[in-house]
T-cell receptor, first 114, second 110 residues
Framework: DTAVSQTPKYLVTQMGNDKSIKCEQNLGHDTMYWYKQDSKKFLKIMFSYNNKELIINETVPNRFSPKSPDKAHLNLHINSLELGDSAVYFC?????????????FGPGTRLLVL | GQNIDQPTEMTATEGAIVQINCTYQTSGFNGLFWYQQHAGEAPTFLSYNVLDGLEEKGRFSSFLSRSKGYSYLLLKELQMKDSASYLCAVRDGRDDKIIFGKGTRLHILP
């Protein structure tokens, strides 16, 4: 009965590789997010999708490309991985993205680029 | 600009009360959240304030003053399991994004 799930939980890869992280929510929410938490634990939004449409696109490199096949899924593809991409990536969802809504977070994907 | 400030670390004793402050400067304001994050885990929702005043929820209470750009999270009857980071986050009124502070790492001593 997991609400927001992400795979994989851990990802160790070489610089220059391409990798994807998947996120799924079974809460029936319309809005999903990707956050990056760096080594200093600073949590920063990367993308937001509402009903498969891109709403927020923060200043992230073009190497990061989100894809939402349906409103329950928001995947993150990263091309040409760099050392600085090492971080924990959290997926989250909220009911409709409204200002009063709580965001529910997935367990995180710990990415280490060597 | 957008800025959210919280103390980096705090220490308190089991059974005591601790207040974690958060000040913010954002282009607009559509609510303030507090999240708890245990080491190695995802943030979990604690509270949401959009109007001035105190919201109480069990051992945790959250206060907001919009005119002062200030909030605090009050934790009573501290337990060892309360050792965690506490993240203050503000929803910006201009673009509806949630902006997180850097978190306050709370250490509980027996």
């Amino acid at each position: 009965d997991t609400a927001v799930s992400q795979t994989p939980k851990y990802l160790v890869t070489q610089m220059g590789n391409d990798k994807s992280i998947k996120c799924e929510q079974n809460l029936g929410h319309d809005t999903m997010y990707w956050y990056k938490q760096d080594s200093k634990k600073f949590l920063k939004i990367m993308f937001s999708y509402n009903n498969k449409e891109l709403i927020i696109n923060e200043t992230v490199p073009n190497r990061f490309s989100p894809k939402s096949p349906d409103k329950a899924h928001l995947n993150l593809h990263i091309n040409s991985l760099e050392l600085g991409d090492s971080a924990v990536y959290f997926c989250a969802s909220s009911l409709s993205g409204g200002w009063q809504e709580t965001q529910y977070f997935g367990p995180g994907t710990r990415l280490l680029v060597l | 600009g957008q800025n959210i400030d919280q103390p980096t670390e705090m220490t308190a004793t089991e059974g005591a009360i601790v207040q974690i402050n958060c000040t913010y400067q954002t282009s607009g304001f559509n609510g303030l959240f507090w999240y708890q994050q245990h080491a190695g885990e995802a943030p979990t929702f604690l509270s949401y304030n959009v109007l001035d005043g105190l919201e109480e929820k069990g051992r945790f209470s959250s206060f907001l003053s919009r005119s002062k750009g200030y909030s605090y999270l009050l934790l009573k009857e501290l337990q060892m399991k309360d050792s965690a980071s506490y993240l203050c986050a503000v929803r910006d009124g201009r673009d509806d994004k949630i902006i997180f502070g850097k978190g306050t790492r709370l250490h509980i001593l027996p």
